[in-house]
Each structure stands twice: as structure tokens, then as C-alpha cells.
């Protein structure tokens, strides 16, 4: 089975920049998105295909792609940004496709 | 504008069934690869399995959790996705959506399998 590996938390304070990373074989020829899911809410895109932000989507979050990692940063963090970030992507094969164990954001 | 409506959750007993829908308007569904998510109250989203389009042989693929015993299918003369569920497991509750290989941004509110006795 594949698997995406993400740090279960990252804390950062008001203004400051968070990066979030994802780690699987794979990616180094597939694609990675990232979704933000705030409470009780159904998830948001907030970066697909490594680095491309949909409309509506504040530009202070971008995403990078470098080897066998991929980075979800978040540039002058806001205490709106507190939630679970979970980055998606598929194997080798680009048949299985797995969620990272998310990543919890704490701005304060 | 792309919608999604997931259907058909509800309380099941262990090892019982239950078929989910997922009705889709606002962009070429016969075109389109399904995904199933689900996650689990206070867990993280998890991946259920794909079906592919027509020209891709409707193929289908699982993860492990739940091969052999949830099978996707869908009718494009609908615009839905279906996901059987057989043989249920606790473990197995959840809320399940349905979203587009491709236009990831779109998601409905999913619905809610409770399987407990």
C-alpha cells in the first residue's frame, strides 16, 4: 500500500509563515493537492496539481513540490488558517489514491 | 456550476448492506472518474476507492479496507455514482462522499453510514 506521511501538528504564531509538508515515493512524478477542513466543515482545495491555487483561495497559501516531499506554506499564517490540512495524491501507478494523516494547524 | 449529492446513509447492522448515491450536474460526469472518501467522526479523511469512465472500461479499484467488500459502480445515463456496501463493519461508520477526479475543488455534504446494532 502507498502512503503520504504529514507531521500531526504545526504551531505557529499570528503573521508568521507555516509550512506543512507530505512525503510519499510517488511524488516525485505525481501531483499533490491539499485540503484545508475547518470544524465541522466539509474540506476545502486550497492547493492543487503541487502548486496552482484555486480562485478564492487567499494567495498567501502556495504549494511546492521537490523530490519525494511536497509543501503546503502559508505566508502571514491567520487565526482563520487554524485547521486540519490533509495533502491527497495517488501511487506510482496512479490507480491508488491515499489522504496524508493531516496535519493540524495552531495559529496563536 | 458542479453539484454533488451524496445519498442513501442510515443506520446499518453489522454485516448488513447499504448503497450509497452520488447525483452529479454541471460538468461531463460520462467523462469523469469518481472518487469515494470517507472519514470517520474525529479522524481524518480516507480514500475509498475510484471508478474510472467508459473509455477506461469503467475500471474500479479499492483500497485495502474495504476490497471485497464495497464495489463502485455508476450509470452515465444518470450522471451517478453508486457505492455498494456489503458485509458492514463498525468500523465502517462514517460520513462518505463522492468527489471528480479532476475538479477536486468540488464536494457535497456527504452522507452518513452509521453501522452499529
Known amino acids: 500500500s502507498y502512503e503520504l506521511t504529514q507531521p500531526p501538528s504545526v504551531s505557529v504564531s499570528p503573521g508568521q509563515t507555516a509550512r506543512i509538508t507530505c512525503s510519499g515515493d510517488?511524488?516525485?512524478?505525481?501531483?499533490a493537492f491539499w485540503y484545508q477542513q475547518k470544524s465541522g466543515q466539509v474540506p476545502v482545495l486550497v492547493i492543487y496539481?503541487?502548486?496552482k491555487r484555486p480562485s478564492g483561495i487567499p494567495e498567501r497559501f502556495s504549494g511546492s513540490s521537490s523530490g519525494t516531499m511536497a509543501t503546503l506554506t502559508i505566508s502571514g499564517a491567520q487565526v482563520e488558517d487554524e485547521a486540519d490540512y490533509y495533502c491527497y495524491s495517488t501511487d506510482s501507478s496512479g490507480n491508488l489514491w491515499v489522504f496524508g494523516g493531516g496535519t493540524k494547524l495552531t495559529v496563536l | 456550476e458542479v453539484q454533488l449529492v451524496e445519498s442513501g446513509g442510515g443506520l446499518v447492522q453489522p454485516g448488513g448492506s447499504v448503497k450509497l448515491s452520488c447525483a452529479t450536474s454541471?460538468?461531463?460526469?460520462?467523462?469523469?472518474?469518481m472518487h469515494w472518501v470517507r472519514q470517520a467522526s474525529g479522524k481524518g479523511l480516507e480514500w475509498v476507492g475510484r471508478i474510472r469512465s467508459r473509455v477506461n472500461n469503467y475500471a474500479t479499484v479499492y483500497s485495502e479496507s474495504v476490497k471485497g467488500r464495497f464495489t463502485l459502480s455508476r450509470d452515465d445515463s444518470k450522471s451517478t455514482a453508486y457505492l455498494q456496501m456489503n458485509s458492514l463493519k463498525t468500523e465502517d461508520t462514517a460520513v462518505y462522499y463522492c468527489?471528480?477526479?479532476?475538479?477536486?475543488?468540488?464536494w457535497g455534504q456527504g452522507t452518513l453510514v452509521n453501522v452499529s446494532s
Open positions: 510517488a511524488l516525485p512524478k505525481k501531483y
Open positions: 454541471g460538468f461531463i460526469f460520462s467523462g469523469s472518474a
Open positions: 468527489i471528480v477526479e479532476g475538479l477536486f475543488d468540488y
Open positions: 496539481e503541487d502548486n
